[in-house]
């Protein structure tokens, strides 16, 4: 995944010729609490953020007098890989980044509730949709052989005495989200994920000799 799979194209559009006053009522009807300030060709050349504008006395000030400028301000590449977006956030302790392309156009922006929202959907990715896809990665493996190994490493883990049927129901059942809770984290989710390939392998070649 990109930033671009991530970033919002409904953009603002602030200017340096604006006053303080129309960029209040513009960021007020769009809530929007940070924007980017733009050239003509929508280059990005400053940042304003709602906090700036609150402290001032002269609402006519323009905003070229009182943006943030360029080397201050930052940034994303559309194809920068979507962690970075994610990194950037979280060490900088902003809440949107305006997103360039290659002409250093403002094209988006990622917001934090845009973060939230991509990792809400992809927790509510099915379970089984998953195990679907590890099936086809491993070559040779069917679904029941992939099930019967499932139960095995079940067993393994917590002891839980479960059919393959009963352990296919449960996948239909559960999101990605809820499966990593359950197994204490996303590390614990994938290292079982894999044990379970390795077992369905193993048990595929000592079948055939």
Request: aromatic share 6%; hydrophobic share 40%.
């Amino acid at each position: 995944m990109k930033v671009k799979d991530l970033m919002d194209t409904n953009i603002l559009k602030i200017y340096p010729d604006f006053t303080a006053k129309k960029t209040v009522e513009l960021m007020y009807k769009r809530k929007r609490f940070s924007t980017a300030v733009l050239d003509d060709e929508d280059r990005l050349i400053g940042w304003i953020m709602s906090l700036d504008l609150a402290i001032l006395d002269d609402k006519n000030v323009l905003i070229k007098d009182i943006m943030h400028p360029l080397d201050k301000i930052i940034t994303l590449h559309e194809n920068d890989p979507a962690r970075d977006a994610v990194v950037k956030i979280v060490k900088h302790k902003v809440i949107s980044i305006p997103v360039l392309n290659n002409e250093r156009n403002v094209i988006g922006m990622v917001r934090n509730c845009d973060i939230t929202k991509t990792l809400a959907k992809l927790y509510d990715i099915p379970l089984d949709s998953l195990f679907k896809t590890l099936q086809k990665e491993i070559k040779g493996i069917t679904w029941e052989e992939l099930m019967d190994a499932s139960t095995i490493i079940t067993k393994q883990t917590t002891n839980e005495e479960i059919t393959a049927e009963e352990y296919e129901k449960k996948l239909k059942n559960t999101t990605f989200g809820q499966a990593i809770w359950a197994c204490g984290g996303l590390e614990k989710f994938f290292a079982g994920l894999i044990k379970i390939g390795e077992v369905a392998i193993a048990r595929k070649i000592a079948r055939r000799k």
